[in-house]
Structure formats: structure tokens, C-alpha cells
């Protein structure tokens, strides 16, 4: 039996891919490897075909054409055979002993028949240009080395996130939510890691630092110039997540979780305040206007409660550009705090 699937989405990845990749076969045959080609124009192609070759007990090289990363998740999500689902960004690698650490954890209760919805572990932010990283952890809201309910958990930080780079869903609970990512788009693990905790009964938090996200390409999503470009990509993300569980049905979730839902959508407001008030240009004072109205109509419960977080109290308070000042820098001194690329 495969204890988890990994899946690989990659577009042009050849420079980076085989770090990953390696990474990945440390787990031996208990690992499936599933590298999802999307499209690429460069040896992506034939580097997950070699691996394959070489390695056909662990990987399935499969390619298909051009659909984005959350297209990518899904096509893994629809071939995975392993009991749990990771996704791993082909420019990232996991650590060894942390992912030794998880696959004992995962057997141990799986010959124990306890297995979680979820096993949440630490993160950490590689900063290659100046060696310098970031380690996420959740030791303050979940209890490591047991089994929780979300009424044993702590609230997050106010700059914390559950990510997808902590998370190792249970497959079938997963495939359970009818979560379909949308493609062509950008941030949109946001909306797979938030939609499925609500069917989350039962978490394991391991304080492991598995995941090591590469931090120093000019290209990538949380570069500072690309999110302030990709404003509009950010704005449909967030509206997709306000539309997945209306107030009523969040309010009637225990406190606990009923709070990280209202936390989760608090960070997401903030990014995609700055995101979008970067810049002053018609089209994104439009597009930001007519994401809260959409919200104000189809779920006005929701839309109050949103409107009265108190960052998002203070910033409507403002002009649009006063908000793009307090934004930037905020997102600055975050870059500045974990690490990210700027």
C-alpha cells in the first residue's frame, strides 16, 4: 500500500525538478511520485519520462496540456493512489528525516487503524540568495505528537496560515470535499487549504520541519512586483473562498474552528487588500468594489461580520491610497519577518 501520494505539478521545471524529485524517492516504495508535466516547452517532458523509467514502482510521469498548478492538483488529486495526498511544488524539496519521521507516524497508525484527516507538519522558507530561512511552526496551536479535535486547537498568529506546504490530507476525505481548483490562476492553494478543514474531524500535528520552500526566483507568486500584478487573480481566489461556506454554516461550526474560518478569511482580505490597492488604476478599484458587492448580496450576514475584522474596519476607514501605503509596507516587514522574496 502507498501511504502517500506526492504530486508534482511542473511547468519548465528542468532546472530545479530533479532536487525535488530526489527528495521525494528517500521514502522508498511507500511513496507514490506522481509528476504532473503541464504542458511544459523545455525537458520537464523528459526528465519525469526518465524517472519513470528508472523508478517505476514510485513515479508516473504524466503529461497533459497547459492548465496551471491548481490544474495540476487536481489531475493528482484524480490519479492518486496513496491513502494521503501532498501536494510539492517542483522548485521545493522535503527534508529526509523529517519525511522518514512522517511515513513511521503514518504506518504506525495506520497498523493501529487511527488514521487522521489530516497530519499537519512545520514549513520552512529558503532563502538561497542569502542562505538565510524561516521555520513556520504550529506548536502553539496544536499539540504535537497527538491526535486533536479542532476543540483542543489554539487560534493561529495573526500572520499564520494553515498552507498548503503543512498539510497531508487524507485522500479520500480530500476527494469527499468535491473541491475542484481552478486553472489558470495563481494562489489558488489558498482555496485547498481552507475548503476541505471543515471536513476535518481528527489532525495529528507533527513538529517536523518536512516542507523547504524555495525562496529567490524572480517569478514567483510571492514576489512583491508579481502580486501587486496579479491583483485580479487574487481578487477571484478570495471570492471563490467567501462563497464556500456561507455565515450560517460557519457559524454553526465549533468555536474553534468556527474562529480559524474567520481567521483564514481575515488574511485573505488583508492580502488581497494590498495586493489590490498597490497600485490606483480604475480597473482594480472596480474589480475590489465589485468583490464586496457580490458578497453584500448573495450573503449579508457574512458581509457584516467581514466588514467589522478589525483590520478590515481600519482600512476601509482610509483613502485608497493611504491604503496602499499601510499595505505595502505591512507586506514589506512580513517579506522582511519569513523570509519571502521581494
Request: glycine share 4%; proline share 4%.
Amino acid at each position: 500500500m502507498k501511504l502517500i501520494t506526492f504530486a508534482v505539478p511542473c511547468y519548465n521545471s528542468q532546472d530545479y525538478l530533479n532536487k525535488c524529485i530526489d527528495s521525494l524517492l528517500s521514502g522508498g516504495d511507500e511513496v507514490e511520485i506522481l509528476i504532473i508535466n503541464d504542458g511544459s516547452t523545455d525537458e520537464t517532458r523528459d526528465i519525469a519520462d526518465a524517472y519513470e523509467s528508472m523508478y517505476p514502482t514510485q513515479v508516473r510521469a504524466v503529461h497533459k496540456p497547459n492548465g496551471g498548478h491548481g490544474s495540476g492538483v487536481n489531475k493528482g488529486l484524480e490519479l492518486a493512489t496513496g491513502l494521503y495526498y501532498k501536494v510539492v511544488d517542483s522548485d521545493d524539496w522535503l527534508d529526509l528525516d523529517a519525511l522518514l519521521t512522517l511515513l513511521d507516524t503514518i504506518r504506525k497508525h495506520v497498523e493501529e487503524g487511527v488514521n487522521p484527516d489530516l497530519y499537519v507538519t512545520n514549513f520552512v522558507y529558503e532563502k538561497i540568495i542569502d542562505g538565510t530561512r524561516y521555520v513556520s511552526k504550529y506548536d502553539k496551536a496544536l499539540p504535537a505528537g497527538r491526535f486533536s479535535e479542532w476543540d483542543s486547537t489554539k487560534p493561529l498568529k495573526l500572520w499564520q496560515m494553515y498552507l498548503m506546504h503543512a498539510l497531508v490530507y487524507r485522500t479520500q476525505m480530500l476527494r469527499d470535499t468535491g473541491m475542484v481548483l481552478p486553472e489558470h490562476t495563481f494562489y489558488e492553494d489558498n482555496l485547498f487549504a481552507y475548503q476541505p478543514l471543515p471536513y476535518v474531524k481528527k489532525l495529528f500535528y507533527l513538529d517536523v520541519d518536512l516542507y523547504r520552500y524555495y525562496i529567490g526566483r524572480s517569478d514567483q507568486s510571492v514576489n512583491m512586483d508579481n502580486v501587486v500584478k496579479r491583483y485580479d487573480q487574487q481578487i477571484n481566489i478570495t471570492r471563490l473562498m467567501l462563497k464556500a461556506y456561507s455565515y450560517d454554516e460557519i457559524e454553526s461550526m465549533c468555536k474553534p474552528l468556527r474562529s480559524l474560518m474567520y481567521h483564514c478569511l481575515h488574511v485573505m482580505l488583508m492580502n488581497t487588500y494590498f495586493f489590490t490597492t498597490a497600485k490606483d488604476e480604475p480597473d482594480r478599484r472596480e474589480r475590489f468594489a465589485l468583490m464586496w458587492q457580490e458578497l453584500k448580496r448573495s450573503d449579508p450576514k457574512l458581509y457584516r461580520r467581514l466588514k467589522r475584522m478589525p483590520m478590515v474596519w481600519i482600512l476601509d476607514r482610509l483613502s485608497w491610497r493611504v491604503k496602499g501605503r499601510v499595505t505595502t509596507r505591512s507586506y514589506r516587514f512580513l517579506c522582511k519577518h519569513v523570509k519571502l522574496g521581494v
